[in-house]
């Protein structure tokens, strides 16, 4: 059965989406693939600012994810490929949701859109890396058509790394 996506909205993020993204994600549960537990309100306000950055340098970025009430619920879109290690040089696209919105399609309909925006950027493939325990983040790179590339293990992790890739 093939269910419906939800309507799903994206924004660059502003200064307020700091605050709205340190509360959505303030849950072991949420965080338990991104080290664990919630960072702190400075490392989403850098994070913000540095996807404005990218929104105007690129074309494109982490965007706050919106539903259809307007209320913030997340974010997804893509990025450089911020570390050493892993698919240097790449784009990566990801998501992150709050907790109660798990499970409705909001990062499947939300990461459909990255892909269109990323491929009106100019962007040809992205990668989307997941970590190996992450069941349902590996769901929505399998149900946008990504296919496993290579597997790693951070070298500031014990948990492996899955790199799914998908060019058109």
Do not use: K
């Amino acid at each position: 059965m093939n269910r419906a996506l939800p309507v799903v909205r994206l924004r660059v993020p502003t200064d307020e989406d700091a605050v709205a993204w340190h509360r959505v994600f303030d849950d072991p549960g949420v965080m338990e693939f991104h080290g664990g537990r919630s960072a702190e309100l400075s490392a989403y306000e850098e994070l913000t600012a540095r996807q404005r950055r990218h929104d105007a340098e690129l074309g494109f970025c982490l965007w706050t994810m919106l539903d259809r009430d307007d209320r913030v619920i997340g974010f997804t879109g893509a990025q450089p490929w911020p570390r050493e290690h892993g698919p240097r040089g790449e784009i990566e696209i990801g998501w992150r949701l709050g907790r109660e919105h798990w499970g409705q399609g909001y990062a499947t309909a939300a990461a459909r859109m990255t892909l269109e925006r990323v491929a009106a950027a100019g962007v040809r493939e992205v990668v989307a890396v997941v970590d190996a325990r992450n069941a349902r983040s590996i769901a929505v790179a399998e149900q946008l058509g990504m296919r496993l590339g290579e597997v790693f293990t951070p070298p500031e992790s014990q948990h492996e790394r899955r790199c799914y890739r998908l060019a058109w």
